[in-house]
């Protein structure tokens, strides 16, 4: 799968509730500290507008459903437990978080609006519970590259290769290839010499990495306990977006019901009890106002808009946007934007990519090279020499 984003936040900020809510998986919730011990991965979707629509043909979507012409396309995503004390010396989760973390492309930053005495935070202290969070990791990440550094350093600076050869060894051990080392590089200044990292370098490696290769997305939940006017008006000014998981997993229980038909409009059928129609009624009202995001919108603004990554759909037949067995538009890929014709030969197979001869636009029927940059919604077909 393309694309997997984890869910992280103080104890309690409700990442179990998001995680079900999202991926329809029941997994442990509970009102105190570290309910979850161990990181839960699972298949959430998001949609996209479907080209089947275009050629007036159904599709047969490998993996989700095409409803109404939209097309649900999967991702990943992880239930991060948090961080416990010593993470950073190795003791406790740190390795499990670091398994966790390290072959993510994205990181939702989950806060909690309330306090650890129940009460409300102020815009500045929401702001500083999620600086709290992402410091956290930050360090500790910084403590996981300086570990065993000298060692490492040395040998590496026995060779007279670029900076970026020489982290390869000690970067791939956490899921970071040379690629996302020379981002980061491009982005920040380091001493060439490795024996001469600080402390201050291992923590702006880490930042860098967690701005420019894992970027942390922060998302306020608990928006329906969020009673002040203020609060709500700043928090999306500040950047945020607002979410209620508690919400979003009544919603899921109730289609799950049958108490309403489609998770968009949560109007009740005939079915449900009154106790049912007032909840679901009280819920439809929160969302109404258009301050609370439902979480499917917050998770296609990530990855389209903030992430900016696009769909392609790859065929084999590019008049009938059919595979070799005749399925209409069976795959649709998440990329990023700027990938190429050839990174998504890549993406269907080694062999495709290695074999790349040219790629075909199944609209224009246009030939398009190996460097063509990919369109969202694009419908391609390779063709290569393993063909
Ligand atoms: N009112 C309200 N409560 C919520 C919301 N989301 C979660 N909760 C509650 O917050 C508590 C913690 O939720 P969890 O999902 O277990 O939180 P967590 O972040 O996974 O907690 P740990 O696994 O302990 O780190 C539970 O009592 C949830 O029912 C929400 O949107 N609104
Ligand atoms: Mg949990």
Same mark, same amino acid.
């Given at each position: 799968?393309?694309?997997?984003?984890?869910?992280?936040?103080?104890?309690?900020?409700?990442?179990?509730?998001?995680?079900?809510?999202?991926?329809?998986?029941?997994?442990?919730?509970?009102?105190? $500290? #570290?309910?979850?011990?161990?990181?839960?991965?699972?298949?959430?979707?998001?949609?996209?507008?479907?080209?089947?629509?275009?050629?007036?043909?159904?599709?047969?979507?490998?993996?989700? /459903?095409?409803?109404?012409?939209?097309?649900?396309? $999967?991702?990943?995503?992880?239930?991060? $437990?948090?961080?416990?004390?010593?993470?950073? *010396?190795?003791?406790?989760?740190?390795?499990?978080?670091?398994?966790?973390?390290?072959?993510?492309?994205?990181?939702?930053?989950?806060?909690?609006?309330?306090?650890?005495?129940?009460? $409300?935070?102020?815009?500045?202290?929401?702001?500083?519970?999620?600086?709290?969070?992402?410091?956290?990791?930050?360090?500790? #990440?910084?403590?996981?590259?300086?570990?065993?550094? *000298?060692?490492?350093?040395?040998?590496?600076?026995?060779?007279?290769? +670029? &900076?970026?050869?020489?982290?390869?060894?000690?970067?791939?051990?956490?899921? %970071?290839?040379?690629? *996302?080392?020379?981002?980061? &590089?491009?982005?920040?200044?380091? +001493?060439? =010499?490795?024996?001469?990292?600080?402390?201050?370098?291992?923590?702006?490696?880490? /930042?860098?990495?967690?701005?420019?290769?894992?970027?942390? %997305?922060?998302?306020?939940?608990?928006?329906?306990?969020?009673?002040?006017?203020?609060?709500?008006?700043? &928090?999306?000014?500040?950047?945020?977006?607002?979410?209620?998981?508690?919400?979003?997993?009544?919603?899921?229980?109730?289609?799950?019901?049958?108490?309403?038909?489609?998770?968009?409009?949560?109007?009740?059928?005939?079915? =449900?009890?009154? =106790? *049912?129609?007032?909840?679901?009624?009280?819920?439809?009202? &929160? #969302?109404?106002?258009?301050?609370?995001?439902?979480?499917?919108?917050?998770?296609?603004?990530?990855?389209?808009?903030?992430?900016?990554? %696009?769909?392609?759909?790859?065929?084999?037949?590019?008049?009938?946007?059919?595979?070799?067995?005749?399925?209409?538009?069976?795959?649709?890929?998440?990329?990023?934007?700027?990938?190429?014709?050839?990174?998504?030969?890549?993406?269907?197979?080694?062999?495709?990519?290695?074999?790349?001869?040219?790629?075909?636009?199944?609209?224009?029927?246009?030939?398009?090279?190996?460097?063509?940059?990919?369109?969202?919604?694009?419908?391609?077909?390779?063709?290569?020499?393993?063909?």
């Amino acid at each position: 799968m393309s694309l997997k984003i984890g869910i992280i936040g103080k104890p309690n900020s409700g990442k179990s509730t998001l995680f079900s809510a999202l991926t329809g998986t029941a997994v442990a919730i509970g009102n105190y $500290p #570290f309910t979850t011990t161990s990181t839960e991965v699972g298949v959430a979707y998001i949609t996209n507008k479907c080209p089947h629509l275009e050629i007036n043909v159904p599709c047969n979507p490998n993996y989700g /459903r095409c409803l109404n012409g939209i097309r649900e396309i $999967p991702i990943e995503i992880a239930d991060v $437990p948090g961080l416990v004390e010593g993470a950073s *010396q190795g003791k406790g989760m740190g390795n499990q978080f670091l398994d966790s973390v390290s072959d993510l492309n994205a990181i939702v930053n989950l806060v909690n609006p309330m306090g650890d005495d129940g009460k $409300p935070l102020t815009p500045e202290g929401i702001e500083k519970a999620a600086s709290e969070t992402e410091n956290e990791i930050f360090t500790w #990440f910084a403590s996981r590259i300086s570990r065993d550094w *000298q060692r490492f350093a040395k040998k590496e600076d026995a060779t007279d290769s +670029p &900076l970026d050869e020489k982290l390869i060894t000690k970067m791939s051990f956490f899921g %970071i290839n040379r690629e *996302q080392i020379k981002i980061v &590089l491009s982005r920040e200044s380091f +001493p060439h =010499a490795l024996s001469a990292w600080s402390e201050d370098d291992f923590m702006n490696f880490s /930042r860098s990495v967690f701005k420019h290769i894992k970027p942390v %997305i922060r998302v306020v939940n608990k928006g329906d306990l969020i009673h002040d006017v203020n609060t709500m008006e700043r &928090l999306p000014e500040m950047g945020y977006s607002i979410i209620s998981a508690d919400y979003e997993l009544s919603i899921w229980k109730a289609l799950n019901h049958g108490l309403i038909d489609s998770p968009e409009s949560i109007k009740p059928k005939e079915n =449900a009890s009154s =106790a *049912q129609k007032n909840a679901l009624s009280q819920i439809s009202s &929160l #969302f109404s106002s258009g301050k609370i995001l439902r979480i499917s919108s917050m998770f296609s603004r990530i990855i389209y808009d903030y992430l900016q990554y %696009i769909v392609v759909y790859p065929v084999y037949d590019e008049s009938k946007w059919t595979d070799k067995k005749g399925k209409v538009l069976p795959d649709a890929f998440l990329m990023k934007h700027s990938s190429t014709a050839e990174d998504l030969a890549y993406m269907i197979h080694t062999d495709i990519g290695e074999g790349f001869i040219r790629a075909v636009d199944g609209r224009t029927r246009m030939i398009l090279g190996r460097n063509y940059e990919l369109k969202d919604r694009d419908v391609i077909r390779i063709v290569s020499k393993t063909k």
